[in-house]
């Protein structure tokens, strides 16, 4: 079994920086890649942020410049440094991991979330 486990969300004021944090832990053999979605009220879920193959990072158009991922590879956690939110920013945000278990499958897994809301 693999869990990931966001936490960091809450209420925020606009302007505000939380810091966001995914924890990966079970049968893990290692971690392909891990990165953030998100998913706002009435909306689909949409890509935040995720490491490339290269090892750079993309971001959607809306958070570039504003939110930072980072990884700490030996806790298997990545982070998503939020900064000058926005009301829009409002959404349940996901971190999901494709992961290579130590029974060698592999598989996308995703975590239940924690809330940003953000008060103009």
């Known amino acids: 079994q693999v869990h990931l486990v966001e936490s960091g969300g809450g209420l925020v004021p606009a302007g505000g920086a939380p810091n966001l944090s995914c924890a990966a832990s079970g049968t893990i053999f290692s971690i392909n890649t891990i990165g953030w979605h998100r998913q706002a009220p009435g909306k689909q879920r949409e890509f935040v942020a995720r490491?490339?193959?290269?090892?750079?990072?993309d971001y959607a158009d809306d958070v570039k410049g504003r939110f930072t991922r980072s990884r700490d590879n030996a806790k298997n956690t990545v982070y998503l440094q939020m900064n000058s939110l926005r009301p829009e920013d409002t959404a349940v945000y996901y971190c999901d991991a494709f992961v290579i278990t130590t029974a060698r499958s592999q598989a996308v897994y995703w975590g239940r979330g924690t809330q940003v809301t953000v008060s103009s």
């Open positions: 490491a490339t193959t290269g090892g750079s990072t």
